[in-house]
């Protein structure tokens, strides 16, 4: 069974960075769109941006502009650069095929705050 597995996060200022992580155990990328979901405490999980294997983009309205997401298919990685990071964006950042049909890894830690 394949693993997601999230790393990258922490504790940042209001207009700092982080660049979030996430790999595969499997060489499963180049079968799926993959995308970035976040969930923030007493809230739904959300879409936050996805990616095609030809690199088609989708970013959602409240994270277009300050975030870019990436995919190295033949290392089975995807990034999520963030900046100027605002306490809105604070939540557990998952990722996972756009479908959501992969096993949920752990996912990592965002906080922002002064």
């Known amino acids: 069974q394949v693993q997601l597995v999230e790393s990258g996060g922490g504790l940042v200022q209001p207009g700092g960075s982080l660049r979030l992580s996430c790999t595969a155990s499997r060489n499963i990328f180049r079968n799926y769109i993959m995308a970035w979901y976040r969930q923030a405490p007493g809230k739904q999980r959300e879409l936050v941006a996805s990616?095609?294997?030809?690199?088609?983009?989708y970013y959602s309205d409240s994270v277009k502009g300050r975030f870019t997401i990436s995919r190295d298919n033949a290392k089975n990685t995807m990034i999520l650069q963030m900046n100027n990071l605002k306490p809105d964006d604070t939540a557990v950042y998952f990722c996972?095929?756009?479908?959501?049909?992969?096993?949920w890894g752990q996912g990592t830690q965002v906080t922002v705050s002064s």
């Open positions: 996972n095929s756009q479908s959501g049909y992969l096993p």
């Open positions: 990616i095609t294997f030809s690199g088609n983009i």
